[in-house]
Nanobody
Framework: VQLVESGGGLVQAGGSLRLSCSAS????????MGWFRQAPGKERELVAA????????AYTDSVKDRFTISRDNAKNTVYLQMNSLKPEDTAVYYC???????????????WGQGTQVTVSS
């Protein structure tokens, strides 16, 4: 499965961005999906995840009430709507696909190349 992220960029604090991740295969609809991020000098962390049906989601505490993950299985695409962005949200954001396992702790199987998000103060 090939995953391609888009939508990153430079935004001022308080602004919004919407990330998209498109998958190359129709089997996308059977995978749980996650958005991860990695800032310079920091470990990669799971930001948000969504089950194959969209019925279950998970968020890291620092983005709850600001970020929303969603998916459109007809378009093989998962989204991350990011509102009220903060400088500490600056990172490379990656989408990933999980064949089986728990959303928050599973070992994700396929990864995109990442898209840079920079939030200026």
């Amino acid at each position: 499965v090939q995953l391609v992220e888009s939508g990153g960029g430079l935004v001022q604090a308080g602004g919004s961005l919407r990330l998209s991740c498109s998958a190359s295969e129709r089997t996308f609809s059977s995978y749980s999906m996650g958005w991860f991020r990695q800032a310079p000098g920091k470990e990669r962390e799971l930001v948000a995840a969504i089950s194959w049906s969209g019925g279950d989601t998970a968020y890291t505490d620092s983005v709850k009430d600001r970020f929303t993950i969603s998916r459109d299985n007809a378009k093989n695409t998962v989204y991350l709507q990011m509102n009220s962005l903060k400088p500490e949200d600056t990172a490379v954001y990656y989408c990933a696909a999980l064949i089986r396992g728990e959303l928050a702790s599973g070992e994700y199987d396929y990864w995109g190349q990442g898209t840079q998000v920079t939030v200026s103060s």
